[in-house]
């Protein structure tokens, strides 16, 4: 007669169906289990427990435990079940709907294969190694065990493809942030940053989460060359926001106004009467500009070049020659600097442009007037 009820019990279930089931025995490749409502005896080979690879069945279940199944097979004295296929039906429907919303899926990372990463989210989810981050990465080991959050880039259910992508969640994170400093980024704003690479034409710092272009002509008071000669990637410097175009995301930075102007303290580095070695910058009709410091030019009149007469400036002088002044008047405020070269001139120079009286030999004139009309007399 027990027979004959258990046949019955076992009749009841078919394929497909769903149970409830208590785990009573966890032997190394197969899970024994208590259908509830069922006499039959259950059984879930160690495929069918999870969507990863699994060594032992010990290492998804333990006795006790409260399972979800779906019947696979019917024979005549066990149900073969499956908790991987039960998972799988619910999870698709979940993650079709997050994939739809592109929800942001937080999943632990199971398992480091060649190629990327693999989840479990009731199916088995693939994160290809170049979705892992948005930078290379050369050794993943250290994720396995990481719970990152994921967006679904890739789903076929009848191909049972599923393919995830950390990266777009990083790059989305970034891009909100980017934009929310947008918003809040004012002309006229002191900030630090950081030197991320160098054109060029200029250096593009990051100040949050965002770059800012500091044009070449922006990198210091004096002339720039070459970015690299001012500043090195990787460097912290701060910066003043020049102009926003929140439209275009275009940041204008500059680095020279937050440092000293060139001109600050001016009056104490070259009082008056104090002599500097600067070099020509530039030579006009009316004279010569020296550089005495980086970004500080002062003025040579023509009449400040020579003692001898100076017709135009490039007669004695050459834009990059090197030169010796003295600093006749100076005046922070206004930006300007009075030199001389004249003055540092020797003073045997300055004699050498005048005729000098002959030196007495000791002779009158009537002497030798005298000495001439003997000769006549005679």
């Known amino acids: 007669m027990s027979d004959e009820m258990n046949e019955i019990e ?13 785990v009573v025995k966890v032997e190394e490749k197969q899970v024994l289990v208590s259908i509830e409502g069922s006499k039959v005896d259950g059984i ?69 294969v060649k190629g990327g990463l693999v989840v479990d989210l009731g199916v088995r989810g693939f994160v290809p190694a170049s979705l892992v981050e948005d930078h290379f990465v050369e050794d993943f080991s250290d994720y396995k065990g990481k719970t990152l959050p994921f967006l679904i880039v890739e789903l076929d259910e ?45 250096a593009f710092v990051d100040i949050g989460g965002i770059d800012g272009l500091v044009h070449i002509s922006q990198l210091a008071h004096e002339r720039v060359e070459t970015p690299s000669d001012v500043v090195q990637e990787g460097e912290q410097v701060k910066v003043k926001v020049l102009s926003v175009d929140r439209d275009n995301g275009r940041i204008s930075l500059s680095i020279k106004d937050t440092l000293p102007g060139p001109w600050e303290g001016i009056e104490q580095k070259a009082p008056k009467g104090t002599v500097l070695t600067g070099t020509v910058k530039r030579l006009v009709s009316f004279g010569a500009f020296v550089e ?38 100076v005046n922070e405020q206004a930006h300007r600097l009075s030199l001389s070269m004249k003055e540092l001139e020797q003073a045997d120079t300055e004699a050498s442009d005048y005729d000098l009286p002959e030196e007495n030999t000791g002779f009158q004139l009537g002497d030798m007037i005298g000495d001439q009309l003997k000769k006549f007399k005679q």
């Open 158 to 202: 009848d191909k049972n493809r599923l393919i995830l992508s950390h990266r777009a969640v990083v790059e989305k994170e970034k891009e909100e942030k980017r934009q929310d400093i947008l918003d809040h980024l004012e002309a006229g704003q002191v900030l630090e940053g950081t030197v991320q690479r160098l054109t060029s034409f200029g």
């Open 10 to 22: 076992v009749r009841s279930l078919s394929v497909g169906d769903k149970v409830k089931a208590s």
């Open 44 to 112: 879930i080979p160690i495929s069918e427990l999870s969507n990863l690879h699994i060594e032992t069945a010990s290492d998804a279940v333990k006795e006790g435990d409260e399972l979800n199944l779906v019947v696979t097979k019917v024979e005549e004295d066990a149900v073969i079940l499956s908790k991987r296929k039960y998972d799988a039906e619910k999870a698709w429907d979940e993650l079709k709907e997050k994939f739809e919303n592109q929800e942001i899926i937080e999943a632990e990372v199971n398992e480091v």
């Open 292 to 329: 005495v410091f980086p970004g500080v030019e002062g003025l040579v009149h023509i009449s400040q070049i020579s003692h001898k007469h100076v017709s135009t400036p490039h007669e004695v002088l050459r834009e990059g020659q090197e030169v010796q002044v003295k600093v006749l008047d």
